[in-house]
Every structure is written in structure tokens, then in C-alpha cells.
């Protein structure tokens, strides 16, 4: 009995099988795709992108999970972009937005609404005060540009449990006084690269330098070795975080928060040593 017929047969087969992954392949290549974020990282040798290489938001002070008494302080993070206020367009910077107990928008190309369930930024803020009655919740930050449309760029969603609402605490006991922040690398704390240095501004507004907006202002980062030029990065982009690679040895960190306007030193954090093993 012969078997060519068979083997004739299933060539066919595995010939029209991979015509057919070659068409799928093909029309998946030129299927749309949602645009990708692009990122605005500092300019200096020792700044590399974040190990997941994507544009997103965060709260950097709020746990998904956690049960909280109100109200509460939420501080906003961001990475890979920088902060602009409302009505002011500067590279791919934006302004944060808290969605309380609301999905993300269906349409990314409306601008998101004026309501309670959605609270604009866009003075360039970095933290609010939260007060919620007693029950289960979900907020998001999304980034929008000038006119409030949302960028692909936008935190998880953190849940969390409010037990108890305290009445009479003012917004101002709560936030301090007017300061900046390094809030990582810890001090003495040994680090391998890239390490992330994350700032906080409380009290001030950030903005991009480009549209020099006053009473605003941006981080600048000084790092010092010994024997050693210090080295200056600035986050004129209105970035609060970025992700060195510096070369093994000891340093100590500080950050200067400087005005758009006129280029002054408006606040600073204390200085932090870590070493790169």
C-alpha cells in the first residue's frame, strides 16, 4: 500500500496552515493599536527610564487595602512625565485628576467633566486632603493635558476601607507647613541601580519651565561624591521622580525646588547619603 498519497495529503495541510498564520500575522500587523505614551525623562548621563519603561501614575503615601480614618492626606506620584497646570501645553506634561468611585473614561478623547467624583489639579498639586464618610471606595489618578482630556496615563486603582470620619480637622493641620521632600532612596541606605529618587512638593505648585508660570517652580537634584564634581540634574520637564544608574561609590543627595519666574531657590530637602555597592 503506498503512503505518498497520505504524505501528499498532509502537505497540503501544513502549506494551507501556515498561509493562513501568514494572513492572520499580517492583518494583526496592520490592525490599530491604541497609541503609545511617550515618556520625558531628565536630561543627564546617569538617567535611565523606569524598569517597566511606561508613563503611569500613583499614590505614593496610600496602600491598596488599607482601612483609614478621615480625613486623610493623598500625595500623587508620577513617572516618566512631567506636571504643567491647566490651560498650558508643554511637551507631554499634564495636570493630575482623582476619580473617586468612577471608572476610567470610555472616550480618552473628552475632557474629563467638573463633578465630586472627579477633582482637577491644575495648579500643578501634588497632594490633597481626602474626607469621606465611613464605607468601601476606589480612586485613580488620571493625567490630562490643558484642556482636561485624559493621556494614556493613569495610576491603578486603589481600594480602601474608611472606618471612621473625624469631624473638625482642618485641611491645614493635616498637610504642615509649605516643604519639599525626598522621599526615596531611604538615607544610609545601600542601593543597587537603577535606584529611584522620588520628591514630593507640599505647599508649592510644579509646573514645566517652558511656559515660566510664577509661583511655580521645579526640582533640581544635587548630587555629591567625595572628590568629586557635584552633579546637577534638573527636572525642568515638571517630573517628581526619575531613575539613576550612577557609577559605584558614595553619595549624598539633596533637592532644591527653584521658581519659574525668576529662578530662585524656594525650598530644600535635607540631604540623604546612600551608596551604590
Given amino acids: 500500500m503506498s503512503v505518498y498519497p497520505r504524505r501528499c ?5 501544513i502549506l494551507a496552515l501556515a498561509c ?12 490599530p ?35 483609614l ?27 493630575h ?8 473614561p470610555l472616550d480618552f478623547r473628552k475632557p474629563l467633566p467638573f463633578t465630586e467624583q472627579y477633582i482637577h489639579f491644575g495648579k500643578g498639586q501634588m497632594e490633597t486632603v481626602v474626607d469621606l464618610p465611613p464605607g468601601s471606595y476606589t480612586l485613580r489618578l488620571v493625567l490630562a493635558d490643558q484642556g482636561h482630556i485624559p493621556f494614556f496615563v493613569y495610576s491603578k486603582p486603589l481600594r480602601f476601607m474608611v472606618s471612621k470620619q473625624n469631624k473638625g480637622v482642618a485641611p491645614a ?3 504642615g507647613t509649605p516643604r519639599i521632600e525626598m522621599l526615596s532612596p531611604a538615607d544610609k541606605s545601600a542601593q543597587v541601580p537603577p535606584l529611584r529618587i522620588q520628591l514630593h512638593a507640599s ?7 517652558a511656559p515660566k508660570l510664577a509661583e511655580t517652580g521645579h526640582f533640581r537634584l544635587v548630587l555629591e561624591r567625595p572628590g568629586q564634581k557635584a552633579e546637577l540634574i534638573e527636572l525642568d520637564g515638571g517630573q517628581t521622580e526619575l531613575w539613576l544608574h550612577p557609577p559605584k561609590g558614595s553619595y549624598t543627595a ?11 531657590t524656594m525650598a530644600g530637602t535635607k540631604p540623604v547619603a546612600f551608596s551604590v555597592p
Fill in 9 to 13: 495529503a498532509s502537505l497540503r495541510k
Fill in 20 to 31: 493562513l498564520v501568514f494572513s492572520m500575522g499580517a492583518a494583526l500587523a496592520q490592525a
Fill in 33 to 67: 493599536t491604541a497609541p503609545a505614551e511617550q515618556g520625558e525623562l531628565p536630561t543627564h548621563k546617569w538617567v535611565v527610564p523606569p524598569p517597566n519603561w511606561a508613563p503611569e501614575a500613583y499614590f505614593s503615601n496610600l496602600k491598596d487595602g488599607a482601612t
Fill in 69 to 95: 480614618e478621615s480625613p486623610f492626606v493623598a500625595r500623587f506620584g508620577l513617572s516618566m512625565r512631567g506636571i504643567v497646570p491647566a490651560g498650558h501645553s508643554a511637551g507631554h506634561a499634564g495636570h
Fill in 97 to 104: 485628576h482623582l476619580l473617586i468611585n468612577q471608572p476610567l
Fill in 173 to 175: 493641620s493635616l498637610l
Fill in 203 to 209: 505647599g508649592y505648585n510644579v509646573a514645566h519651565a
Fill in 254 to 264: 539633596r533637592a532644591e525646588f527653584v521658581n519659574n519666574g525668576d529662578g530662585r
